[in-house]
C-alpha cells in the first residue's frame, strides 16, 4: 500500500525532474549555439573590414611606389630579406 504509492510518486518525480533537465539541456544547446553563430558573424564582418583596409593600403603603397618610379615589381624585390 504505502510503499506502493511512494515508489508511484517518486517515480512520476522522476520522470518530472527527467523532462525538466531535458528541456533544460536543449535551451541551453539552443542559447550556446545562437551566441557562436552571432559571434562568427561578428568575425567574419571584422575579418572582411580587416581585408578591405589591407587592399586600401596595398593600393595606396603600389600608388605610391609608381609615382617614385618603381615598378610595384621592383619594390617587391627590394623588401625581400637578404
Same mark, same amino acid.
Given at each position: 500500500g504505502a510503499l506502493a504509492l511512494?515508489?508511484?510518486?517518486l517515480n512520476k518525480l522522476l520522470?518530472?525532474?527527467t523532462g525538466l533537465a531535458?528541456? /533544460?539541456v536543449s535551451m541551453s544547446y539552443w542559447a550556446v549555439n545562437r551566441v557562436l553563430k552571432?559571434?562568427?558573424?561578428?568575425t567574419?564582418?571584422?575579418f572582411?573590414?580587416?581585408?578591405?583596409?589591407?587592399?586600401?593600403?596595398?593600393?595606396?603603397?603600389r600608388t605610391a611606389a609608381?609615382?617614385?618610379?618603381?615598378?610595384?615589381?621592383? /619594390?617587391l624585390?627590394?623588401?625581400i630579406p637578404r
Open positions: 511512494s515508489s508511484l510518486r520522470l518530472l525532474l531535458l528541456l /533544460l552571432e559571434e562568427g558573424e561578428k567574419d564582418f571584422h572582411a573590414r580587416l581585408m578591405e583596409s589591407i587592399h586600401e593600403h596595398e593600393s595606396f603603397l609608381q609615382s617614385y618610379g618603381h615598378g610595384y615589381d621592383n /619594390l624585390m627590394d623588401s
